[in-house]
Every structure is written in C-alpha cells, then in structure tokens.
C-alpha cells in the first residue's frame, strides 16, 4: 500500500544517516550502528512498528475520501428518508439527512414530496432566529427522537405495504320501467341468470301477434278455451304450461307481464330452441 511503502522509505533515510554517522565519527560509534542493525534484525519489533504506523495513514486517505463533495438525491415517489439514507450509507441515518436538508424538507421529516433535491452529506443549517424554538423542540430528549425515529420507520413500512383494495360497491338493484319495453327488458335479465336463450326482437314480436301488448287479454273461443285452460297474457299462455315452466322469483300468476314473458320463453326453449324460432301460434 502507499503507505507502507512511505514508511519504508522513511525508515530507510534513518538508516542511512546512521550509517554516515558510524562513518563520521569511526570505530566510537560503531555501537550505534550496530545497535541500530540488531534493531532492525528482530521482526517482532520492524512489524509492530509498522502495523502502529499503517492504520495512521489509510485512515488518513478514508478521512479524505469521506471529504468528497456531497451526492444530490432526486426524491422519487415511495422513497423515505430512512431508505435513502441506508442507499448512500449516511452515517446517522435518517436524522443525519434530515438534519442537513431541513430547509428542504420542512419541519415533518415524514412528508418528502419527489422532486425534493437532497444533499447527501450536507452539514446541518444553523437554525434561524425566528426558528430557534422550533430547533430546540427538535433536539429533544433521547425519547423524543426515538419516537420520531418509530415514526419514520413505521411511514416506510406503511409505503412498502400493498394498498389494500377498496371493498366493491354493490350495484344497485336495474329498475325496470312499467311498460311493455319494461316488461320484456326485466325478462331478458331473469333469462340470462337462468341461461334460457331469447331476444328482446323474438319476444316483442310473439307479443304484438298474440295479445297487441295487453298483460290481460285471454282467449275464450279457441281449442284450450273449450277444455278450460284458456291462453292468458303477453303470450297466451294455458294455466297447465305455465306452471310446468315457470320460473322460480317470478310471479306465480300468469297474468303477471313478466311472469308470462319468462315462462313462455322457457316454454319455447324446450320446445323449439328458442323464442327466436317461434312466428305463429305455438
């Protein structure tokens, strides 16, 4: 290392000068010099003064590393002052950084915005006058910066955390109006939960052919009306299949509009594929 190579350098001219004092000053000072050659002879002494004098010089050229000119930090978003300070190990931590960006930062050392430009290494700012109670508040007593310490650490792990998801609001229930577009739309919905096929075209079709729209009308004359189960409602319905495919949270009175549609389809399901393939009385 320099260093060592430093010290050997130096020892080196020691020795020298010794030497040119044994040949100055002749055979009286011969024991000097071999004095100083058995000195030199004996490890235990040449290594122990040069692991006392090592030290001395790299921590010399760490001290002057440390001196460098201090880093920037652009705050980014999730970032915390105890997690830049471990990224550029700040001696100090968290405390040390705010304590040198406090103008930055402001008084919260919890709230930094990205944006905010950080000093890595910047010396703490003397407190103004106008500020001196709020810096006196600031070095306060070893339990009050441990608290501070807890919270900063506890902002940190709040920001790493997941955000958690807000719970899905329920959907308020489909209003349906009181009509015959109504009617066939309500139907529609109860239909696709029970996976009973139909179009809003197929049934308003078979409706305007078997009743013109009208929820009450009722076949007396024909072939059901002579054994007694006459057509009823939006699709004429026979009391015998509307009980045989009706649909379960619906009315239980076939007049019902909806009641009927839905029955009626289920009806045309099993029996034709579909509402869709019906174009006469079915």
Known sequence: MPAQGKHRRTKSVSLS????AVTTGGAV???????ATTASATPA????AEKAVAPVSVTAQVNSVTKAAPAKHSVVAGETLSKIAREYSVSGGWKKLYEGNRKAIGENPNLIHPGIKLTIGAKAAAPSDAKAGKAAKAAAPSAGRAATAERADR??????????QAAPVAAAPATYSNDLDGWIK????????RGIPGSYEGI??????ESSGNPNAINNWDSNAVKGTPSKGLLQVIDPTFQAYHVPGTSTDSYDPVANITAACNYAADRYGSID???AAY
């Not at 308003?204 to 052919?209: A, D, F, M, T, V």
């Open 17 to 20: 000068r010794g030497i040119a």
């Open 29 to 35: 000072l011969a024991l000097p010099v071999l004095g």
């Open 45 to 48: 002494h040449s290594v122990a």
């Open 155 to 164: 902002s940190e792990r709040t920001a790493a955390a997941p955000v958690a």
């Open 186 to 193: 309500e139907s529609l919905a109860i239909m696709a939960e």
């Open 204 to 209: 308003h079709r078979n409706i305007i052919r």
């Open 277 to 279: 393939n019906v174009f």
